[in-house]
């Protein structure tokens, strides 16, 4: 089955620490996404990669860091400089040509206390 | 930046009824529009696209329309049913846009038995 895969479901931290969040996707897909979800609200993008080794900071993307060394994976490392980093977080990835659809994993939530 | 943004965040209709779901877009160069349905703690699901040279787009319940003139977007799903709830994000892509989707806040739709 073709498809995006985030783990883990649930992940918990102690405060200070850095945590890095799988992403992998098997649908040949050349660009993928973080975005951050809070409660009762839309999402905000983190970093976008169009390509293998190239990657671009969201709209929120300080205290985060990301690579794209395969094109089937993209972790996001929630650093300690993040201030708020509880959150669900949503991992998509897209094909550009011919549907801009983007196609999303189950998610990761994050609690840090 | 241009935002996409939602009238109504929440809404309740009865098992049956129709339901129409609506987003307001500021930016004229958007050429792509697309709906998710988000169940609690997945991760969001393709419901129908449309682009900028269509007014109506039909698929299996759902109907898309789209007013160009006012940039209003809604959803239409009809005989709504208890599976339907969820919440309910538009999307648009504006034309030339390496980033591709930006996401509205979302309507929560519950179904009342």
């Known amino acids: 089955d073709g498809g995006i895969t985030q783990s883990p479901k649930y992940l918990f931290r102690k405060e200070g620490q850095n945590v890095t969040l799988s992403c992998e996707q098997n649908?040949?897909?050349?660009?993928m996404y973080w975005y951050r979800q809070d409660p009762g609200q839309g999402l905000r993008l983190i970093y976008y990669s169009q390509i293998v080794n190239d990657f671009q900071k969201g709209d929120i993307a300080e205290g985060y860091s990301v690579s794209r060394e395969k094109k089937e994976s993209f972790p996001l490392t929630v650093t300690s400089a993040q201030k708020n980093p509880t959150a669900f977080y949503l991992c998509?990835?897209?094909?550009?040509?011919?549907?801009?659809?983007?196609?999303f994993g189950p998610g990761t939530r994050l609690t840090v206390t | 930046g241009e935002s996409v943004g939602l009238h109504l965040p929440t809404l309740s209709v009865q098992e049956g009824d129709n339901s129409i779901i609506n987003c307001a877009y500021s930016?004229?160069?958007?050429?792509?529009f697309i709906w998710y349905k988000q169940e609690s703690g997945k991760g969001p699901q393709f419901i129908i696209d449309?682009?900028?040279?269509?007014d109506k787009r039909q698929g299996q319940r759902v109907t898309v329309l789209l007013n160009k003139t006012v940039k209003h977007l809604s959803l239409q799903i009809a005989a709504t049913q208890p599976g339907d709830s969820a919440v309910y994000f538009c999307?648009?892509?504006?034309?030339?846009?390496?980033?591709?989707?930006?996401f509205g806040s979302g309507t929560q739709l519950t179904v009342l038995p």
């Open positions: 998509a990835s897209s094909t550009r040509l011919p549907s801009y659809e983007q196609y």
């Open positions: 999307a648009e892509k504006v034309e030339g846009s390496a980033r591709q989707l930006t």
């Open positions: 449309i682009r900028s040279n269509m």
């Open positions: 930016n004229s160069a958007s050429d792509y």
């Open positions: 649908l040949n897909h050349d660009a």
